[in-house]
Protein backbone atom coordinates (compact mmCIF):
# COMPACT_ATOMS: atom_id res chain seq x y z
CA UNK A 1 0.00 0.00 0.00
CA UNK A 2 2.22 2.46 1.22
CA UNK A 3 4.39 1.45 -1.76
CA UNK A 4 2.21 2.11 -4.08
CA UNK A 5 1.24 5.77 -2.55
CA UNK A 6 5.35 6.18 -3.16
CA UNK A 7 5.00 5.21 -6.71
CA UNK A 8 2.07 7.47 -7.30
CA UNK A 9 3.57 10.39 -5.39
CA UNK A 10 6.86 10.34 -7.59
CA UNK A 11 4.55 9.83 -10.44
CA UNK A 12 2.86 12.79 -10.14
CA UNK A 13 5.86 14.88 -9.62
CA UNK A 14 7.20 13.81 -12.87
CA UNK A 15 4.20 14.95 -14.11
CA UNK A 16 4.46 18.18 -12.42
CA UNK A 17 8.16 18.85 -14.44
CA UNK A 18 5.91 19.20 -18.06
CA UNK A 19 5.08 22.55 -17.74
CA UNK A 20 8.21 23.39 -16.06
CA UNK A 21 10.14 22.05 -19.12
CA UNK A 22 7.65 23.55 -21.64
CA UNK A 23 8.15 26.90 -19.62
CA UNK A 24 12.66 26.39 -20.58
CA UNK A 25 11.49 25.63 -24.44
CA UNK A 26 9.70 28.80 -24.78
CA UNK A 27 12.46 31.07 -22.97
CA UNK A 28 15.41 29.52 -24.65
CA UNK A 29 13.50 29.77 -28.06
CA UNK A 30 12.28 33.76 -27.13
CA UNK A 31 16.17 34.08 -26.14
CA UNK A 32 17.13 32.20 -29.72
CA UNK A 33 14.81 34.61 -31.41
CA UNK A 34 15.69 37.96 -29.62
CA UNK A 35 19.41 38.44 -31.11
CA UNK A 36 20.67 41.74 -31.14
CA UNK A 37 19.44 42.62 -34.99
CA UNK A 38 18.86 40.38 -37.24
CA UNK A 39 19.23 36.15 -36.63
CA UNK A 40 19.35 36.31 -40.60
CA UNK A 41 21.76 38.98 -41.23
CA UNK A 42 24.24 37.48 -38.50
CA UNK A 43 23.95 33.79 -39.51
CA UNK A 44 24.91 35.37 -43.12
CA UNK A 45 27.64 36.59 -42.31
CA UNK A 46 29.05 39.85 -42.44
CA UNK A 47 29.98 39.57 -46.59
CA UNK A 48 26.68 38.78 -47.53
CA UNK A 49 24.14 41.00 -49.32
CA UNK A 50 20.63 41.45 -49.42
CA UNK A 51 20.29 38.33 -51.57
CA UNK A 52 21.50 36.16 -49.80
CA UNK A 53 20.21 37.22 -46.58
CA UNK A 54 16.52 36.94 -47.83
CA UNK A 55 17.54 33.35 -48.97
CA UNK A 56 18.85 32.34 -45.38
CA UNK A 57 15.86 33.98 -43.76
CA UNK A 58 13.67 31.51 -45.89
CA UNK A 59 15.94 28.84 -45.31
CA UNK A 60 15.95 29.33 -41.71
CA UNK A 61 12.52 30.12 -41.52
CA UNK A 62 12.34 33.53 -40.15
CA UNK A 63 9.45 34.77 -42.68
CA UNK A 64 6.98 32.46 -40.91
CA UNK A 65 4.99 33.68 -37.79
CA UNK A 66 6.20 32.68 -34.79
CA UNK A 67 4.30 29.83 -33.58
CA UNK A 68 5.35 28.08 -36.62
CA UNK A 69 8.79 28.67 -35.67
CA UNK A 70 8.13 27.69 -32.65
CA UNK A 71 7.15 23.74 -33.72
CA UNK A 72 10.01 23.83 -35.71
CA UNK A 73 11.96 24.55 -33.13
CA UNK A 74 10.52 21.84 -30.99
CA UNK A 75 10.99 19.44 -33.97
CA UNK A 76 14.81 20.64 -34.46
CA UNK A 77 15.15 19.98 -30.30
CA UNK A 78 13.34 16.38 -30.43
CA UNK A 79 15.64 15.17 -33.40
CA UNK A 80 18.31 16.79 -31.02
CA UNK A 81 19.47 19.42 -33.56
CA UNK A 82 20.71 22.63 -31.40
CA UNK A 83 22.51 24.22 -34.51
CA UNK A 84 25.78 24.81 -35.94
CA UNK A 85 28.26 26.64 -33.73
CA UNK A 86 29.55 28.93 -35.77
CA UNK A 87 33.00 29.24 -34.03
CA UNK A 88 33.99 25.55 -34.88
CA UNK A 89 31.88 24.41 -37.28
CA UNK A 90 30.63 21.35 -35.49
CA UNK A 91 26.99 20.76 -34.50
CA UNK A 92 25.70 22.23 -30.77
CA UNK A 93 24.77 19.37 -29.48
CA UNK A 94 28.17 17.51 -30.28
CA UNK A 95 30.32 19.58 -28.90
CA UNK A 96 27.94 19.67 -25.43
CA UNK A 97 27.83 15.86 -25.21
CA UNK A 98 31.12 15.57 -25.44
CA UNK A 99 32.34 18.13 -22.94
CA UNK A 100 29.44 17.28 -20.60
CA UNK A 101 31.12 14.83 -18.51
CA UNK A 102 34.12 16.82 -17.83
CA UNK A 103 31.81 19.40 -15.93
CA UNK A 104 29.82 16.32 -14.22
CA UNK A 105 32.71 15.27 -13.12
CA UNK A 106 33.79 18.41 -11.73
CA UNK A 107 30.42 19.50 -10.18
CA UNK A 108 29.67 16.45 -8.57
CA UNK A 109 33.42 15.71 -6.58
CA UNK A 110 32.75 19.36 -5.67
CA UNK A 111 28.91 18.74 -4.37
CA UNK A 112 30.54 15.68 -2.62
CA UNK A 113 32.87 17.52 -1.34
CA UNK A 114 31.24 20.04 0.09
CA UNK A 115 28.34 17.56 1.60
CA UNK A 116 31.01 15.75 3.33
CA UNK A 117 31.85 18.71 5.47
CA UNK A 118 29.00 21.03 5.68
CA UNK A 119 26.43 18.16 7.22
CA UNK A 120 28.94 16.89 10.06
CA UNK A 121 29.80 20.75 10.41
CA UNK A 122 26.36 21.81 10.72
CA UNK A 123 25.33 18.92 12.99
CA UNK A 124 28.21 19.63 15.75
CA UNK A 125 27.18 23.35 15.66
CA UNK A 126 23.83 22.30 16.48
CA UNK A 127 24.66 19.99 18.91
CA UNK A 128 26.83 22.34 20.59
CA UNK A 129 25.76 25.60 20.66
CA UNK A 130 28.27 28.72 21.53
CA UNK A 131 31.18 26.32 21.19
CA UNK A 132 34.00 26.75 18.64
CA UNK A 133 32.83 24.42 16.32
CA UNK A 134 29.50 26.85 15.78
CA UNK A 135 31.32 29.99 15.69
CA UNK A 136 33.46 28.11 13.08
CA UNK A 137 30.06 27.23 11.30
CA UNK A 138 28.96 30.71 11.44
CA UNK A 139 31.91 32.18 9.84
CA UNK A 140 32.11 29.89 7.19
CA UNK A 141 28.34 30.67 6.61
CA UNK A 142 28.78 34.15 6.07
CA UNK A 143 32.28 34.03 4.43
CA UNK A 144 31.14 31.30 2.35
CA UNK A 145 28.35 33.45 0.72
CA UNK A 146 30.69 36.68 0.46
CA UNK A 147 32.72 34.78 -1.42
CA UNK A 148 33.20 35.11 -5.14
CA UNK A 149 34.00 31.96 -6.65
CA UNK A 150 36.44 33.38 -9.01
CA UNK A 151 38.13 34.70 -6.39
CA UNK A 152 38.46 31.92 -4.31
CA UNK A 153 39.42 30.15 -7.12
CA UNK A 154 42.30 32.77 -8.25
CA UNK A 155 43.33 32.73 -4.35
CA UNK A 156 43.42 28.89 -4.25
CA UNK A 157 46.15 28.81 -7.10
CA UNK A 158 48.16 31.54 -5.98
CA UNK A 159 48.53 29.46 -3.06
CA UNK A 160 48.72 26.01 -4.30
CA UNK A 161 50.22 26.40 -7.24
CA UNK A 162 52.67 29.19 -7.03
CA UNK A 163 53.66 29.52 -3.61
CA UNK A 164 53.48 26.26 -2.56
CA UNK A 165 53.88 23.91 -5.58
CA UNK A 166 51.24 21.39 -4.46
CA UNK A 167 48.67 21.59 -7.14
CA UNK A 168 50.01 20.77 -10.81
CA UNK A 169 49.31 23.90 -13.21
CA UNK A 170 44.84 24.89 -13.33
CA UNK A 171 44.98 23.84 -17.26
CA UNK A 172 42.23 21.44 -18.00
CA UNK A 173 41.50 17.92 -16.91
CA UNK A 174 45.08 16.81 -17.66
CA UNK A 175 48.89 17.62 -18.14
CA UNK A 176 50.21 17.14 -21.52
CA UNK A 177 52.76 14.01 -19.76
CA UNK A 178 49.25 12.18 -20.16
CA UNK A 179 46.67 10.74 -22.87
CA UNK A 180 43.18 10.80 -21.92
CA UNK A 181 41.84 7.15 -20.50
CA UNK A 182 39.52 5.42 -22.85
CA UNK A 183 36.27 6.75 -22.86
CA UNK A 184 33.39 4.49 -20.41
CA UNK A 185 31.90 6.78 -18.70
CA UNK A 186 33.66 9.90 -19.44
CA UNK A 187 34.90 10.91 -16.17
CA UNK A 188 38.40 10.56 -16.43
CA UNK A 189 39.16 9.49 -12.60
CA UNK A 190 36.51 6.72 -12.97
CA UNK A 191 37.78 5.66 -16.78
CA UNK A 192 41.50 5.81 -15.63
CA UNK A 193 40.57 3.48 -12.38
CA UNK A 194 38.54 0.87 -15.02
CA UNK A 195 41.77 1.16 -17.14
CA UNK A 196 43.54 0.12 -14.08
CA UNK A 197 46.08 3.09 -15.06
CA UNK A 198 46.87 4.10 -11.38
CA UNK A 199 49.09 7.28 -12.41
CA UNK A 200 46.86 8.61 -14.97
CA UNK A 201 43.98 8.61 -12.53
CA UNK A 202 46.08 10.08 -9.48
CA UNK A 203 47.16 12.87 -12.11
CA UNK A 204 43.31 13.43 -13.31
CA UNK A 205 42.40 13.38 -9.34
CA UNK A 206 44.97 16.08 -8.64
CA UNK A 207 43.98 18.07 -11.63
CA UNK A 208 39.97 17.89 -10.07
CA UNK A 209 40.70 18.47 -6.88
CA UNK A 210 41.28 22.35 -6.67
CA UNK A 211 38.61 23.30 -8.85
CA UNK A 212 36.61 20.93 -7.38
CA UNK A 213 37.31 22.54 -3.58
CA UNK A 214 36.64 25.81 -5.17
CA UNK A 215 33.36 25.07 -6.25
CA UNK A 216 32.51 22.95 -3.11
CA UNK A 217 33.39 25.95 -0.59
CA UNK A 218 30.97 28.10 -2.26
CA UNK A 219 27.92 25.38 -1.95
CA UNK A 220 29.32 24.98 1.99
CA UNK A 221 27.38 27.86 3.34
CA UNK A 222 23.88 26.56 2.51
CA UNK A 223 24.05 23.72 3.37
CA UNK A 224 25.96 23.89 6.45
CA UNK A 225 23.68 26.61 7.65
CA UNK A 226 20.20 24.84 6.95
CA UNK A 227 22.08 21.47 7.98
CA UNK A 228 22.57 23.44 11.52
CA UNK A 229 19.13 25.28 11.35
CA UNK A 230 17.20 21.95 11.08
CA UNK A 231 18.76 20.24 13.71
CA UNK A 232 18.08 22.90 15.77
CA UNK A 233 14.75 22.89 15.63
CA UNK A 234 14.50 19.31 15.49
CA UNK A 235 16.35 18.59 18.62
CA UNK A 236 14.21 21.22 20.13
CA UNK A 237 10.80 18.91 19.55
CA UNK A 238 9.15 16.88 21.91
CA UNK A 239 10.10 13.06 20.45
CA UNK A 240 13.40 13.90 20.81
CA UNK A 241 12.83 15.09 24.79
CA UNK A 242 10.76 11.42 25.05
CA UNK A 243 13.70 9.53 23.49
CA UNK A 244 16.11 10.94 25.88
CA UNK A 245 13.97 10.86 28.46
CA UNK A 246 13.35 6.98 27.62
CA UNK A 247 17.32 6.79 28.15
CA UNK A 248 18.02 5.81 24.43
CA UNK A 249 21.75 6.17 23.84
CA UNK A 250 23.10 9.68 22.64
CA UNK A 251 24.14 8.45 19.23
CA UNK A 252 20.76 6.61 18.27
CA UNK A 253 18.60 10.39 19.21
CA UNK A 254 20.89 12.25 17.41
CA UNK A 255 21.15 10.03 14.16
CA UNK A 256 18.44 7.87 14.01
CA UNK A 257 15.98 10.29 15.26
CA UNK A 258 17.32 13.81 14.85
CA UNK A 259 19.22 13.27 11.59
CA UNK A 260 16.49 11.52 9.50
CA UNK A 261 14.33 14.49 10.08
CA UNK A 262 16.57 17.07 9.56
CA UNK A 263 17.37 15.72 6.49
CA UNK A 264 14.74 17.11 4.81
CA UNK A 265 14.94 20.52 4.72
CA UNK A 266 18.53 19.92 4.08
CA UNK A 267 17.08 18.21 0.61
CA UNK A 268 14.60 20.99 -0.12
CA UNK A 269 17.67 23.51 -0.15
CA UNK A 270 19.77 21.31 -2.43
CA UNK A 271 17.68 21.89 -5.39
CA UNK A 272 18.85 25.80 -4.53
CA UNK A 273 22.31 24.56 -3.91
CA UNK A 274 22.67 23.52 -7.27
CA UNK A 275 21.35 26.36 -8.86
CA UNK A 276 24.49 28.35 -7.30
CA UNK A 277 26.66 25.49 -8.11
CA UNK A 278 25.58 25.31 -11.95
CA UNK A 279 25.95 28.92 -12.58
CA UNK A 280 29.33 29.00 -10.05
CA UNK A 281 30.36 26.13 -12.58
CA UNK A 282 30.68 28.52 -15.43
CA UNK A 283 33.45 31.10 -13.32
CA UNK A 284 35.43 27.65 -11.88
CA UNK A 285 35.32 25.98 -15.49
CA UNK A 286 37.01 29.72 -17.13
CA UNK A 287 39.51 30.16 -13.83
CA UNK A 288 40.57 26.85 -14.46
CA UNK A 289 40.95 25.85 -17.96
CA UNK A 290 38.28 23.21 -17.23
CA UNK A 291 37.06 21.86 -20.87
CA UNK A 292 33.37 21.53 -19.41
CA UNK A 293 30.54 23.38 -21.16
CA UNK A 294 30.70 26.46 -18.96
CA UNK A 295 34.15 27.29 -20.33
CA UNK A 296 32.91 26.40 -24.06
CA UNK A 297 29.79 28.79 -23.28
CA UNK A 298 32.14 31.62 -22.18
CA UNK A 299 34.56 30.85 -25.17
CA UNK A 300 31.65 31.25 -27.44
CA UNK A 301 30.30 34.01 -25.95
CA UNK A 302 33.68 35.91 -26.87
CA UNK A 303 33.23 35.47 -30.20
CA UNK A 304 29.24 35.71 -30.55
CA UNK A 305 28.65 32.45 -31.10
CA UNK A 306 24.94 32.58 -30.22
CA UNK A 307 23.44 29.14 -31.12
CA UNK A 308 25.99 27.51 -28.85
CA UNK A 309 25.40 29.67 -25.57
CA UNK A 310 21.26 28.96 -26.34
CA UNK A 311 22.52 25.24 -26.43
CA UNK A 312 23.92 25.77 -23.29
CA UNK A 313 21.24 27.68 -21.23
CA UNK A 314 19.03 24.96 -22.65
CA UNK A 315 21.28 21.91 -21.55
CA UNK A 316 22.61 23.59 -18.12
CA UNK A 317 18.15 24.44 -17.66
CA UNK A 318 17.39 20.78 -18.22
CA UNK A 319 19.59 19.72 -16.39
CA UNK A 320 18.79 21.99 -13.61
CA UNK A 321 15.36 20.34 -13.63
CA UNK A 322 16.13 16.92 -14.15
CA UNK A 323 18.61 17.84 -10.64
CA UNK A 324 15.54 18.86 -8.98
CA UNK A 325 13.40 15.97 -10.20
CA UNK A 326 15.78 13.65 -8.62
CA UNK A 327 15.98 15.36 -5.17
CA UNK A 328 12.42 15.27 -5.38
CA UNK A 329 11.94 11.79 -5.63
CA UNK A 330 14.60 10.91 -2.99
CA UNK A 331 12.51 13.06 -0.45
CA UNK A 332 9.94 11.12 -1.24
CA UNK A 333 11.56 7.67 -0.52
CA UNK A 334 13.31 9.01 2.39
CA UNK A 335 10.38 10.63 4.25
CA UNK A 336 9.65 8.98 7.45
CA UNK A 337 6.50 10.57 7.86
CA UNK A 338 5.00 10.00 4.18
CA UNK A 339 4.99 5.94 4.88
CA UNK A 340 3.09 6.36 8.54
CA UNK A 341 0.45 8.24 6.79
CA UNK A 342 -1.41 6.02 4.33
CA UNK B 1 11.97 54.29 5.19
CA UNK B 2 10.47 57.68 4.21
CA UNK B 3 7.08 56.87 4.17
CA UNK B 4 6.77 54.92 7.07
CA UNK B 5 7.97 58.18 8.98
CA UNK B 6 6.35 60.83 7.37
CA UNK B 7 2.89 59.66 8.73
CA UNK B 8 3.69 60.95 12.11
CA UNK B 9 2.64 64.69 13.69
CA UNK B 10 5.01 66.31 12.02
CA UNK B 11 8.09 65.43 9.55
CA UNK B 12 10.50 66.77 12.03
CA UNK B 13 9.20 64.85 15.09
CA UNK B 14 9.24 62.09 12.36
CA UNK B 15 13.04 63.09 11.10
CA UNK B 16 14.21 63.09 14.86
CA UNK B 17 12.19 59.70 15.72
CA UNK B 18 13.76 57.80 12.82
CA UNK B 19 17.09 59.04 14.16
CA UNK B 20 16.66 57.91 18.00
CA UNK B 21 15.30 54.75 16.59
CA UNK B 22 18.73 54.08 14.36
CA UNK B 23 21.21 55.52 17.28
CA UNK B 24 19.23 52.58 19.55
CA UNK B 25 19.24 49.94 16.76
CA UNK B 26 22.88 50.97 16.30
CA UNK B 27 24.20 50.59 19.70
CA UNK B 28 22.15 47.84 20.42
CA UNK B 29 24.13 45.93 18.29
CA UNK B 30 27.59 46.41 16.93
CA UNK B 31 28.05 44.27 14.12
CA UNK B 32 25.46 46.41 12.82
CA UNK B 33 27.02 49.13 13.50
CA UNK B 34 30.00 47.97 12.00
CA UNK B 35 28.32 47.04 8.67
CA UNK B 36 26.48 50.27 8.45
CA UNK B 37 29.59 51.97 8.80
CA UNK B 38 31.33 50.20 5.94
CA UNK B 39 28.42 50.51 3.85
CA UNK B 40 28.70 54.33 4.47
CA UNK B 41 32.79 54.06 3.36
CA UNK B 42 31.28 52.30 0.26
CA UNK B 43 28.55 54.48 -0.81
CA UNK B 44 31.38 57.11 -0.12
CA UNK B 45 33.83 56.05 -2.52
CA UNK B 46 31.21 55.60 -5.07
CA UNK B 47 30.33 59.01 -4.51
CA UNK B 48 33.49 61.00 -4.06
CA UNK B 49 35.49 58.34 -5.12
CA UNK B 50 36.48 59.27 -8.38
CA UNK B 51 37.47 62.97 -6.94
CA UNK B 52 39.71 61.28 -4.04
CA UNK B 53 41.72 58.95 -5.95
CA UNK B 54 45.80 60.01 -6.31
CA UNK B 55 45.97 58.87 -10.03
CA UNK B 56 43.79 58.77 -12.99
CA UNK B 57 42.66 55.16 -12.68
CA UNK B 58 43.07 55.07 -16.95
CA UNK B 59 46.77 56.33 -17.15
CA UNK B 60 48.87 53.99 -18.24
CA UNK B 61 52.55 54.83 -17.09
CA UNK B 62 55.01 52.60 -18.94
CA UNK B 63 57.53 53.61 -16.98
CA UNK B 64 56.18 51.37 -13.45
CA UNK B 65 54.26 48.46 -14.59
CA UNK B 66 53.41 45.07 -12.59
CA UNK B 67 54.98 47.22 -9.64
CA UNK B 68 54.15 45.24 -5.97
CA UNK B 69 52.16 47.39 -3.51
CA UNK B 70 54.24 50.50 -2.13
CA UNK B 71 53.85 54.00 -0.76
CA UNK B 72 53.46 55.53 -4.32
CA UNK B 73 50.87 52.86 -5.08
CA UNK B 74 49.47 51.26 -2.16
CA UNK B 75 47.61 48.71 -3.93
CA UNK B 76 50.80 47.93 -6.98
CA UNK B 77 50.48 49.04 -10.47
CA UNK B 78 48.80 46.54 -13.16
CA UNK B 79 50.35 45.57 -16.22
CA UNK B 80 49.72 48.81 -17.97
CA UNK B 81 51.68 50.56 -15.09
CA UNK B 82 47.86 52.16 -13.71
CA UNK B 83 47.19 52.20 -10.27
CA UNK B 84 45.46 49.37 -8.89
CA UNK B 85 44.09 51.54 -5.74
CA UNK B 86 42.81 54.43 -8.05
CA UNK B 87 41.01 51.51 -10.11
CA UNK B 88 39.73 49.87 -7.39
CA UNK B 89 37.91 53.13 -5.51
CA UNK B 90 36.84 54.47 -8.60
CA UNK B 91 34.88 50.88 -9.80
CA UNK B 92 32.88 51.44 -6.49
CA UNK B 93 30.60 53.38 -8.28
CA UNK B 94 29.57 51.47 -11.51
CA UNK B 95 29.65 48.16 -9.43
CA UNK B 96 27.27 49.69 -7.21
CA UNK B 97 25.21 51.58 -10.09
CA UNK B 98 24.48 48.22 -11.65
CA UNK B 99 23.87 46.24 -8.22
CA UNK B 100 21.54 49.64 -6.99
CA UNK B 101 19.74 49.43 -10.02
CA UNK B 102 19.28 45.80 -10.67
CA UNK B 103 17.65 45.28 -7.38
CA UNK B 104 15.61 48.52 -7.59
CA UNK B 105 13.51 47.44 -10.90
CA UNK B 106 13.40 43.74 -9.39
CA UNK B 107 12.22 45.22 -6.31
CA UNK B 108 9.43 47.57 -7.67
CA UNK B 109 7.98 45.05 -10.79
CA UNK B 110 8.41 42.05 -7.96
CA UNK B 111 6.67 43.08 -4.99
CA UNK B 112 4.02 44.79 -7.21
CA UNK B 113 3.20 41.68 -9.38
CA UNK B 114 3.51 39.26 -6.03
CA UNK B 115 1.32 42.16 -4.16
CA UNK B 116 -1.25 41.90 -6.47
CA UNK B 117 -1.02 37.92 -7.05
CA UNK B 118 -1.29 37.99 -2.88
CA UNK B 119 -4.02 40.11 -2.60
CA UNK B 120 -6.42 38.81 -5.12
CA UNK B 121 -5.20 35.13 -5.17
CA UNK B 122 -6.88 33.00 -8.18
CA UNK B 123 -5.67 33.67 -11.83
CA UNK B 124 -3.64 36.52 -10.78
CA UNK B 125 -1.48 34.08 -8.48
CA UNK B 126 -1.51 31.19 -10.80
CA UNK B 127 0.17 33.11 -13.54
CA UNK B 128 2.93 34.95 -11.92
CA UNK B 129 3.19 32.02 -10.05
CA UNK B 130 4.30 30.13 -13.31
CA UNK B 131 6.02 32.84 -14.81
CA UNK B 132 8.44 33.10 -11.46
CA UNK B 133 8.67 29.08 -12.12
CA UNK B 134 9.92 29.75 -14.70
CA UNK B 135 12.27 31.67 -14.32
CA UNK B 136 13.60 30.19 -11.40
CA UNK B 137 13.68 26.40 -13.34
CA UNK B 138 16.81 27.62 -15.27
CA UNK B 139 20.19 28.05 -13.21
CA UNK B 140 20.16 31.88 -12.34
CA UNK B 141 23.74 32.66 -13.56
CA UNK B 142 23.19 31.23 -16.28
CA UNK B 143 20.14 32.39 -17.30
CA UNK B 144 21.43 35.82 -16.92
CA UNK B 145 24.38 34.52 -19.49
CA UNK B 146 21.36 33.58 -21.60
CA UNK B 147 19.60 37.27 -21.46
CA UNK B 148 22.89 39.38 -22.22
CA UNK B 149 24.00 37.11 -24.97
CA UNK B 150 20.17 37.32 -26.55
CA UNK B 151 19.86 41.04 -25.79
CA UNK B 152 23.16 42.16 -26.21
CA UNK B 153 27.01 42.66 -24.44
CA UNK B 154 25.84 46.30 -22.96
CA UNK B 155 25.90 47.31 -19.01
CA UNK B 156 22.37 48.26 -19.40
CA UNK B 157 21.13 43.97 -20.42
CA UNK B 158 23.45 43.19 -17.48
CA UNK B 159 21.33 45.21 -14.85
CA UNK B 160 17.79 44.14 -16.82
CA UNK B 161 19.27 40.46 -16.88
CA UNK B 162 20.71 40.99 -13.00
CA UNK B 163 16.81 42.18 -12.40
CA UNK B 164 15.00 39.20 -13.83
CA UNK B 165 16.87 36.77 -12.48
CA UNK B 166 15.84 38.57 -8.88
CA UNK B 167 12.62 38.85 -9.89
CA UNK B 168 11.24 35.98 -8.77
CA UNK B 169 12.93 36.60 -4.98
CA UNK B 170 10.51 39.40 -4.13
CA UNK B 171 7.29 38.09 -6.10
CA UNK B 172 7.67 35.02 -4.27
CA UNK B 173 8.03 36.94 -0.79
CA UNK B 174 5.65 39.84 -1.62
CA UNK B 175 2.76 37.53 -2.59
CA UNK B 176 3.61 35.32 0.86
CA UNK B 177 3.98 38.65 3.46
CA UNK B 178 0.49 39.70 1.53
CA UNK B 179 -1.67 36.65 1.59
CA UNK B 180 -1.00 36.24 5.56
CA UNK B 181 -2.21 39.90 6.13
CA UNK B 182 -4.94 39.84 3.63
CA UNK B 183 -7.22 39.33 6.01
CA UNK B 184 -5.56 40.50 9.29
CA UNK B 185 -7.52 42.88 11.88
CA UNK B 186 -6.66 46.35 10.34
CA UNK B 187 -7.28 45.10 6.77
CA UNK B 188 -10.77 44.30 7.80
CA UNK B 189 -11.15 48.02 9.57
CA UNK B 190 -9.87 49.74 6.74
CA UNK B 191 -12.01 48.11 4.17
CA UNK B 192 -15.09 48.55 6.04
CA UNK B 193 -13.91 52.25 6.67
CA UNK B 194 -14.34 52.25 2.66
CA UNK B 195 -11.18 52.38 1.43
CA UNK B 196 -10.19 51.20 -2.33
CA UNK B 197 -8.40 47.74 -2.66
CA UNK B 198 -5.35 49.54 -3.99
CA UNK B 199 -5.59 51.52 -1.08
CA UNK B 200 -5.51 49.05 1.32
CA UNK B 201 -2.62 47.31 -0.42
CA UNK B 202 -0.34 50.47 -0.87
CA UNK B 203 -0.72 52.37 2.54
CA UNK B 204 -2.02 49.09 4.92
CA UNK B 205 -0.42 46.22 3.85
CA UNK B 206 2.68 47.09 1.84
CA UNK B 207 4.50 48.78 4.70
CA UNK B 208 3.77 46.18 7.14
CA UNK B 209 5.15 43.87 4.70
CA UNK B 210 8.23 45.63 3.98
CA UNK B 211 10.77 44.59 7.24
CA UNK B 212 10.93 41.12 5.68
CA UNK B 213 11.44 42.76 2.26
CA UNK B 214 14.03 44.76 3.10
CA UNK B 215 16.31 42.00 4.33
CA UNK B 216 15.60 40.62 1.01
CA UNK B 217 17.21 43.80 -0.13
CA UNK B 218 19.99 44.20 1.54
CA UNK B 219 20.58 40.37 0.88
CA UNK B 220 20.05 40.54 -2.92
CA UNK B 221 22.05 43.31 -3.49
CA UNK B 222 25.13 41.05 -2.06
CA UNK B 223 24.33 38.61 -4.20
CA UNK B 224 23.62 41.19 -7.12
CA UNK B 225 26.76 42.38 -7.02
CA UNK B 226 28.62 38.87 -7.29
CA UNK B 227 26.07 38.13 -10.24
CA UNK B 228 27.14 41.43 -12.14
CA UNK B 229 30.92 41.03 -11.21
CA UNK B 230 30.86 37.44 -12.26
CA UNK B 231 29.19 38.41 -15.96
CA UNK B 232 32.09 41.08 -16.28
CA UNK B 233 34.58 38.42 -15.38
CA UNK B 234 33.56 36.29 -18.02
CA UNK B 235 33.67 39.07 -20.28
CA UNK B 236 30.20 40.56 -20.57
CA UNK B 237 28.77 44.20 -20.00
CA UNK B 238 31.45 46.03 -19.07
CA UNK B 239 34.70 46.95 -21.69
CA UNK B 240 37.96 46.56 -20.83
CA UNK B 241 39.60 49.65 -19.86
CA UNK B 242 36.66 50.88 -17.65
CA UNK B 243 37.81 50.36 -14.25
CA UNK B 244 35.29 46.87 -12.90
CA UNK B 245 35.89 44.50 -10.14
CA UNK B 246 35.31 41.51 -11.84
CA UNK B 247 37.10 42.77 -14.86
CA UNK B 248 39.79 44.03 -12.76
CA UNK B 249 40.14 40.31 -11.52
CA UNK B 250 39.63 38.89 -14.88
CA UNK B 251 42.71 40.65 -15.93
CA UNK B 252 44.64 39.88 -12.87
CA UNK B 253 44.00 36.34 -13.19
CA UNK B 254 46.50 36.37 -16.30
CA UNK B 255 48.89 37.11 -14.05
CA UNK B 256 48.23 34.91 -10.61
CA UNK B 257 50.31 31.58 -11.92
CA UNK B 258 53.06 34.55 -12.35
CA UNK B 259 52.84 35.82 -9.13
CA UNK B 260 51.98 39.15 -9.65
CA UNK B 261 49.21 38.44 -6.93
CA UNK B 262 47.83 42.44 -6.00
CA UNK B 263 46.45 43.18 -9.75
CA UNK B 264 43.46 40.09 -8.34
CA UNK B 265 43.63 40.16 -4.92
CA UNK B 266 42.61 44.27 -4.41
CA UNK B 267 39.83 44.48 -6.67
CA UNK B 268 38.56 40.38 -5.15
CA UNK B 269 38.56 42.15 -1.55
CA UNK B 270 36.61 44.61 -2.53
CA UNK B 271 34.11 42.57 -4.10
CA UNK B 272 34.33 40.21 -1.02
CA UNK B 273 33.84 43.66 1.45
CA UNK B 274 30.83 44.87 -0.32
CA UNK B 275 29.22 41.71 -0.56
CA UNK B 276 29.75 40.93 3.12
CA UNK B 277 28.65 44.37 3.91
CA UNK B 278 25.17 44.03 2.08
CA UNK B 279 24.62 40.66 3.82
CA UNK B 280 25.57 42.26 7.73
CA UNK B 281 23.58 44.70 6.63
CA UNK B 282 20.60 42.41 6.08
CA UNK B 283 20.09 41.49 9.59
CA UNK B 284 20.38 45.49 10.95
CA UNK B 285 17.84 46.63 8.25
CA UNK B 286 14.74 44.24 9.66
CA UNK B 287 15.92 46.27 13.57
CA UNK B 288 15.53 49.77 11.51
CA UNK B 289 12.20 49.25 9.63
CA UNK B 290 10.32 46.78 11.77
CA UNK B 291 7.63 48.57 13.21
CA UNK B 292 6.79 46.22 16.26
CA UNK B 293 9.92 47.27 17.33
CA UNK B 294 9.61 50.64 17.07
CA UNK B 295 7.82 52.14 20.31
Request: net charge neutral; with cysteine; charged share 10%.
Amino acid sequence: MTHLARSRLVGWRLLQAIPVIVGIIIVSFLLTRALPGDPAAYFAGPAADAASIEQIRVSMGLDRPLPVQFVAYVQDLVRGDLGISISTGQPVMHELTTRLPASLELTGVALLFSIAIAMPLGILAATRPNSWVDHLCRAVVTAGVSLPTFFTGLALIYVFYYLLGWSPSPMGRLDFLHLSPPKVTGFYVIDALLARDLETARAALAQLLLPAITLGLFTLAPIARMTRAAMLQILEGEFIRTARAAGLPRRQVLFTYALRNAILPVITTLGMVFSFALGANVLVEKVFSWPGIGSYAVEALVVSDYAAVQGFVLTMALLFVTLNLIIDVIYTLVDPRLGLEE
Amino acid sequence: MTTLTADGASPLAGVRRFLRHLLYVMTDNPMTAFAFMLFLLIVGAALVGPWLVPYDPLATNAGSTLQPPSWQHWFGTDQLGRDVFSRVVVATRLDLMIAVSAVAIAFVIGSTLGAIAGFYGGWAERITGRCMDTIMAFPLFVLAMGIVAAAGNTVENIIYATAIINLPFYARMARTEVAVRRNAGFVQAARLSGNADWRILAFQIFPNSLPPMMVQISLNMGWAILNAAGLSFIGLGVIPPTPEWGIMVAEGANYIISGHWWLALFPGLALMLAVFTFNLLGDGLRDLVDPQRRT
